[in-house]
């Protein structure tokens, strides 16, 4: 089983509308989930991250954390061509605490 | 804005030679990691250090690779002989008092190209 699981995509979303993005891990004590968003040939870039079971909204972005489920979301509001990028989830176990894992990514694409 | 730079952008080298890739963390930072990237997959965790030690490391980070954080601020991973398939990007990354509750951020990274 893979530490941290992502669809591939590529994940297609017209402009204005909402991109729901999935992660799960395997990991049952890991403690600090982030998302970064990577662009072609270029470094991953931290967009969000999440420690408490919930929500945690800022601007478009919204993460959700539902631990019991080993399962975090993204949720882009209102996206932009400039929102399609491939977007990675990172996990940092409890076991493992200065090991931070990435997922494979899903790939976004917005279409005007 | 505090940032963790990487140097060279691209390097290119001779199979079988050493190379040694540098990085300056976020000043405040006390966790650093490496990270590389080979075209078109996902980024693999090297290792991590702190307090002038390596916490972790994973597989890859075998026998040909270490790590040294030679003064207050550089922190570099040096590649003994490298092999075809190290070429990838490798990324540098810092993050404040690591455990559980921080999150890392990256470098521009340095593309290394075996030939």
């Known amino acids: 089983q893979k530490e941290v699981e992502q669809n591939s995509g590529p994940l297609s979303v017209p402009e204005g509308a909402i991109a729901s993005l999935n992660c799960t891990y395997s990991?049952?004590?890991?403690?600090?989930f982030f998302w970064y968003r990577q662009y072609s040939g270029k470094s991953p870039e931290l967009i969000m991250f999440?420690?408490?079971?919930g929500d945690k909204e800022d601007g478009r972005f919204t993460a959700q954390l539902n631990k019991a489920s080993q399962y975090v979301s993204l949720l882009i509001r209102d996206s932009q061509p400039s929102d399609s990028a491939t977007y990675l989830c990172?996990?940092?176990?409890?076991?493992?605490?200065?090991?931070?894992?990435f997922g494979s990514g899903t790939r976004l694409s917005i279409r005007p | 804005e505090p940032e963790v730079t990487q140097t060279p952008s691209h390097q290119v080298t001779q199979m079988g030679q050493e190379v040694i890739l540098r990085c300056v963390p976020i000043?405040?930072?006390?966790?650093f990691y490496w990270y590389r990237q080979i075209l078109g997959q996902k980024v693999e965790f090297l290792v991590s250090?702190?307090?002038?030690?390596?916490?972790?490391k994973s597989e890859i980070f075998d026998d040909q690779f270490s790590v040294e954080r030679p003064d207050g601020s550089n922190f570099t991973l040096k590649i003994r002989s490298t092999k075809l398939e190290d070429s990838a990007m490798y990324f540098c990354?810092?993050?404040?008092?690591?455990?559980?509750?921080?999150?890392?951020?990256f470098g521009q990274g340095t593309r290394l190209t075996v030939v």
């Open positions: 990354a810092s993050s404040g008092t690591g455990g559980s509750n921080t999150e890392a951020f």
């Open positions: 990991d049952r004590g890991s403690q600090s």
């Open positions: 999440i420690y408490s079971n």
């Open positions: 990172a996990v940092n176990g409890y076991s493992s605490a200065s090991k931070i894992i």
């Open positions: 000043s405040n930072h006390l966790y």
């Open positions: 250090f702190y307090n002038n030690e390596i916490s972790e």
